[in-house]
């Protein structure tokens, strides 16, 4: 039998519902069929004043708040480009890289959080790149590339090799001490980077770290030098 | 401020004179789509203009349509023998620069450009065909829903609304709609507009609002409407069904709820105009203070 959060957690659906239209009126939880999508109008606030909007819909997962739910821009405002983080195929909008949501929405929090966090930031920064500003916060390459510049950031080495063993610790099924560290240091991992090892296997969810693993190792040494590539014009 | 002059800065502000960007880039992609369809069919007499909105005076800058009627003359075969083939032409004419969604009887014209792909424009193609050689009434091809012909007048419909003495109110109801994702057809959303406030054309425009969204709470299985142009003909009960009449009336009370709680700024938030450097200064300052969130893009 397929489990629909918000019949098996009704309470939570309410939860949900009740705070992210108090603190966004023009957003509205809607159930069609199995599915529950939040729909209207989204606020770039500053303080309290609006500085724009767009049209939104959030579908939000089967199994929410689990997995991220699929933002979409439907106003037709922001052109379906790579370069602004639409997918071309489906419309929908990449706000953050799933390994990043422990650190922008982690998995436990409302919904609200992440409305108010990472679509907030997204929008905000497709206003200005609209203006033919930079993009604000920055951008992750897409695709493994982005992976990669993602973990060479956290991880603090542009080494892919360490970078893939750390990727297996994460994704072990468990981690033992004795284990060599994956700094390649020569030291044993609980002598090391064991704090690390573990404090990553709580936040970055198996699922997307493994995917990320396995996207860096069929990519493979070029992805290094492919993530060092300049960054795409932005589309106005 | 009173509800009024609240209203009424709204209404500014939502404004779109010829001169402002939005409507500068309609009116270019109105020649240049003109010229495509002239091109495709230089052996057809057309009669494009414009319908919808710009044409009635209800325009808002946050959601906006340029409405372009492509009719050929009755009797003619040339852009193709039945509604349907000429939709169909006229959609492949258009094809060649735009990415078109079919949607009822209009043409949707959106970018298909790598650079612009999916960014809506905001115009939509009419084709159709005269009835006769008054040139009044026309036959639009339907590409959904049971009846495939559907009979209509433009000047019908833009004296309707223009004429009706309640555009500003027909203005912000086309905004609530828009904060409020309705799924109602713009059209059906002035009809509706005009009827209810039948008899209150002189009454302060917050007395209209209110008056719109009390009968939407109250009575809104009761509403029905009827197309000017073709009152008998034409049925427009599935525009306005069960859900969506329930959909209005939830709308409409969460509306009048907001008024009474937190007043009527909490309607449509502040109405202000801004030049595009405060514009972009108050964007970045927002984006000092906000969560640093990089986007990224699953697959190159």
Not at chain 1, 27 to 46: A, I, Q, T
Not at chain 1, 98 to 113: I, Y
Not at chain 2, 294 to 299: G, N, Q, R
Request: proline fraction near 5%; include cysteine.
């Amino acid at each position: 039998m397929t489990h629909l959060w918000h019949r098996d957690d009704p309470a939570l659906y309410e939860k949900e519902k009740a705070e992210v239209e108090a603190h966004f009126p023009d957003l509205h939880f809607v159930v069609e069929g199995d599915l529950v999508y939040v729909r209207g109008s989204f606020p770039v606030l500053h303080e309290r004043d609006v500085l724009d909007r767009y049209s939104i819909e959030l579908q939000l997962t089967r199994d929410h708040p689990k997995s991220l739910p699929v933002v979409l821009e439907v106003g037709g405002r922001i052109p379906r480009h790579n370069d602004r983080h639409i997918n071309p195929a489906d419309g929908t909008a990449c706000v953050l890289l799933p390994d990043e949501r422990w650190k922008l929405w982690p998995v436990g929090t409302p919904l609200l959080r992440f409305l108010t966090g990472p679509v907030h930031s997204f929008f905000l920064a497709q206003s200005l790149v609209e203006e033919g500003e930079p993009w604000p916060f920055g951008q992750w390459a897409h695709g493994v590339k982005g992976v990669f510049q993602y973990y060479r950031e956290l991880l603090n080495t542009s080494d892919l090799p360490v970078i893939t063993k750390y990727l297996e610790y994460i994704t072990a099924k468990k981690v033992k001490g004795h284990w060599p560290c994956p700094c390649n240091k020569g030291n044993r991992l609980r002598d090391c980077h064991f704090r690390l090892i573990i404090d990553l296997r709580e936040k970055i969810s198996r699922k997307d770290a493994l995917k990320s693993l396995e996207a860096l190792k069929a990519a493979g040494p070029s992805v290094i030098e492919m993530a060092e590539a300049k960054p795409p014009v932005p589309i106005g | 401020m009173t509800a009024d002059e609240y209203l009424n800065e709204v209404l500014a502000s939502q404004a779109l004179g010829d001169d402002s960007d939005e409507v500068k880039a309609l009116q270019k992609h109105r020649a240049d789509v003109e010229k495509l369809i002239r091109d495709n069919f230089r052996d057809t007499a057309l009669t494009i203009r414009y319908a919808g909105s710009k044409a009635k005076g209800t325009m808002n800058k946050e959601a906006y349509d340029l409405d372009i009627i492509s009719y050929v003359s009755s009797g003619d075969d040339t852009a193709g023998e039945t509604l349907e083939d000429i939709y169909e032409n006229h959609r492949k004419a258009l094809a060649k620069k735009y990415y078109v969604e079919p949607k009822g009887s209009a043409l949707r014209l959106k970018g298909g450009d790598p650079g612009n792909l999916g960014v809506d424009f905001h115009i939509d193609v009419v084709p159709g065909r005269f009835t006769d050689e008054t040139k009044t009434d026309a036959y639009l091809y339907q590409s959904s829903g049971d009846k495939k012909r559907l009979k209509t007048n433009l000047d019908v419909h833009l004296e309707h609304v223009r004429d009706s003495g309640v555009i500003d109110a027909i203005r912000l109801a086309k905004l609530w709609k828009a904060r409020n994702a309705l799924p109602i057809r713009t059209f059906v959303l002035e009809l509706a507009v005009i009827k209810l406030l039948d008899g209150m054309k002189k009454k302060s425009i917050s007395t209209q609002m209110e008056h719109i969204w009390t009968e939407l709470r109250d009575n809104s299985a009761n509403l029905s409407v009827e197309d000017p142009a073709n009152p008998t003909g034409n049925d427009l009960s599935k525009c306005l069904d069960d859900n969506l009449k329930s959909q209005l009336a939830a709308a409409a009370k969460r509306t009048l709820d907001q008024i009474d709680s937190h007043g009527w700024e909490a309607v449509f938030g502040k109405a202000e105009k801004q030049e595009k450097a405060a514009r972009v200064e108050i964007l970045r300052r927002a984006a000092a203070v906000a969560t640093p969130a990089k986007p990224w893009l699953p697959e190159a």
